[in-house]
Every structure is written in C-alpha cells, then in structure tokens.
C-alpha cells in the first residue's frame, strides 16, 4: 500500500508494553530517522537508580521521507505495536510540535543557576517556613549543604538545591 504524505514528516508510533527503546533501535537499525523523547528520571525513595526515562511511554516519532514509504516494515517491526491514524490513514505530527518538544527539553536539561560557597541563601521547607542560610557546597546534582543557625548553633545541613533561592545583599538592593 503506498500513502501519499509530504517528505520529511514525522509520525506517532506506539511500541508494546515498555518496549520504547527496542522499536527505537530495530527501527533504527532499518535505517529509519526515530525521536524518543527523553528526561533525567531521579532517584527517589530507596530507589537510588537514575537514567532517563521515555517523555511519552508507549510513543516514539518516526520520520519518513520517501512519499512512497511502505508502512509493512515499520508495522512488523519487533517493539512496534501499531503507527497512530486516524481512518485508516496515518497522521503526521507538525514539525513545530517536534521542535517544540525538543526546546522544553533543552530547557529542562539546563543546570539549575549555581551558588557561590559563603553566598546567602534562602531555604523554602514550605509555603510558611524559609529561613536564610550560608551556602557551603553542591552534595551532587540535586543537594546543597548549607550553614543554617538553629538555637544559636551553626549547623551543617543538606537540602533539595530547588529549595534554595539567592538572597539578595543591602550592597545588591543599593545598585537596584
């Protein structure tokens, strides 16, 4: 069966059952173009295992270039439970909504702004409590330690980096 549809498009492919990477690969194999949006999955729990993981289970796009591309290969493809369509026939995703996928990714992939070590901080526990901090270092891509005055005592303490936030100095509000 031979579709009529503009080169270069992409499609929306749903593989088996956890089985994202597999199609991405045998798909590529074949030498067809595939996107499997991905993000940094973060240990949690007692879980301390971290890689990325598919933005869409179940989903990957696939761009095809030729107007006469047989769709079989794709169909039979190990991993490849069916080509998304509406009717019968298979409907291509925008180009913008692939090349807006992939800024929101980028964006999520730039490090979150770093502290300098003896920069004030201010620590958000929750909507009622922050208290202001002396930032010592990173503890790995998601941790901070900071120097937290607690009942007249310094402590060191480690927290979510996404709970502090600068605070700015008299020297800092005097220039504003």
């Known amino acids: 069966m031979t579709l009529a549809h503009p080169a270069g498009h992409w499609y929306l492919v749903q593989t088996k059952p956890n089985q994202e990477v597999r199609a991405e690969e045998n798909l590529s194999r074949q030498g067809y173009v595939c996107f499997r949006p991905q993000r940094e999955r973060k240990a949690s729990g007692r879980s301390r295992a971290s890689g990325s993981e598919s933005l869409f289970p179940g989903y990957l796009f696939i761009q095809l270039n030729d107007v006469n591309d047989n769709w079989y290969p794709i169909r039979s493809t190990r991993g490849v439970n069916r080509i998304v369509s509406f009717g019968t026939q298979p409907t291509a995703v925008s180009e913008g909504i692939i090349d807006d996928i992939r800024q929101r990714l980028a964006a999520l992939a730039e490090p979150a702004p770093s502290h300098q070590p003896g920069e004030t ?56």
């Open 121 to 176: 901080v201010r620590v958000q526990y929750s909507q009622e409590l922050e208290m202001d901090a002396v930032f010592l270092s990173a503890d790995g891509n998601e941790r901070a330690i900071i120097l937290l005055r607690i009942l007249q005592r310094e402590q060191r303490v480690s927290v979510a980096l996404d709970q502090l936030s600068a605070v700015a100095t008299v020297n800092q509000r005097l220039r504003a």
